[in-house]
T-cell receptor, first 118, second 114 residues
Framework: KAGVTQTPRYLIKTRGQQVTLSCSPISGHRSVSWYQQTPGQGLQFLFEYFSETQRNKGNFPGRFSGRQFSNSRSEMNVSTLELGDSALYLC?????????????????FGPGTRLTVL | GDSVTQMEGPVTLSEEAFLTINCTYTATGYPSLFWYVQYPGEGLQLLLKATKADDKGSNKGFEATYRKETTSFHLEKGSVQVSDSAVYFCALQILTGGGNKLTFGTGTQLKVEL
C-alpha cells in the first residue's frame, strides 16, 4: 500500500505570494490532517478534513485554508505569505477508527513540504 | 487546554547506553498517548502508543507506560544504537466525538555516538 504523498517536496516563495500544497492520503483513508512544524513553535495542528468537511481547526489566521476532494485528496492554501510561514508542512491520513472505548485513529504522516518564504 | 511537556534536547548517548526521555501531559479529557519519531528529512512515524492508564506501549526495544497518577508517558530503551539517532515527539489525542487532532511536545533530539 502506498504511503501518504505530498507535493511538492520543496517550495520557495516570496512575501505576499500565495501557495497551494497537496496531500494524497493512503488509499481508503478519509481523514486528512495538516500540521505546521517550525523550530520555534514545534508541531502545531492546522486543520482536519473528513469526507470533504472541515472537522477540526487549530489556531491559525484565516490566511491558512484547506479543502478536501471527493477522492480524499486534500490541499492547503496560504495566502499573503509572511516570512514566519516558512516551515515544514506535514499532512497525515487515517481511516475511521474501530469501535470500542480504547479506539483511536492512528495517523500516518507524509514526508512533508518544505516551504521557504523569502 | 491540552499540552505536552518533554525534556529539552539534544540528548547525546554512547551506543548501548540506557535512554530515558521524559514526557508529561495536561489534558481536558482522557487522552491516548503516543511517541513519534522523525528521522532526518522524513515525516513522522508512530513509534508506540497507549490508550488507557497502565498500558505499556512497546516497539523496536522502546517502551513507555501510561501513568495516569503522574500524568506521564516516559520513553525508555535499554540499549540504544546509532540508528536510533532522531527526534522523538511525545503526543496526546483526545477521543471525543471523533477528530484527529494530535497535540505534540517540542521534540527531543537524540544523538547516539559510537
Amino acid at each position: 500500500k502506498a504511503g501518504v504523498t505530498q507535493t511538492p517536496r520543496y517550495l520557495i516563495k516570496t512575501r505576499g505570494q500565495q501557495v497551494t500544497l497537496s496531500c494524497s492520503p493512503i488509499s481508503g483513508h478519509r481523514s486528512v490532517s495538516w500540521y505546521q512544524q517550525t523550530p520555534g513553535q514545534g508541531l502545531q495542528f492546522l486543520f482536519e478534513y473528513f469526507s470533504e468537511t472541515q472537522r477540526n481547526k487549530g489556531n491559525f489566521p484565516g490566511r491558512f485554508s484547506g479543502r478536501q476532494f471527493s477522492n480524499s485528496r486534500s490541499e492547503m492554501n496560504v495566502s499573503t505569505l509572511e516570512l514566519g510561514d516558512s516551515a515544514l508542512y506535514l499532512c497525515a491520513s487515517s481511516s475511521p477508527p474501530p469501535q470500542g472505548p480504547s479506539s483511536y485513529n492512528e495517523q500516518f504522516f507524509g514526508p512533508g513540504t518544505r516551504l521557504t518564504v523569502l | 487546554g491540552d499540552s505536552v511537556t518533554q525534556m529539552e534536547g539534544p540528548v547525546t548517548l554512547s551506543e548501548e547506553a540506557f535512554l530515558t526521555i521524559n514526557c508529561t501531559y495536561t489534558a481536558t479529557g482522557y487522552p491516548s498517548l503516543f511517541w513519534y519519531v522523525q528521522y532526518p528529512g522524513e515525516g513522522l512515524q508512530l513509534l508506540l502508543k497507549a490508550t488507557k492508564a497502565d498500558d505499556k506501549g512497546s516497539n523496536k526495544g522502546f517502551e513507555a507506560t501510561y501513568r495516569k497518577e503522574t500524568t506521564s508517558f516516559h520513553l525508555e530503551k535499554g540499549s540504544v544504537q546509532v540508528s536510533d539517532s532522531a527526534v522523538y515527539f511525545c503526543a496526546l489525542q483526545i477521543l471525543t466525538g471523533g477528530g484527529n487532532k494530535l497535540t505534540f511536545g517540542t521534540g527531543t533530539q537524540l544523538k547516539v555516538e559510537l
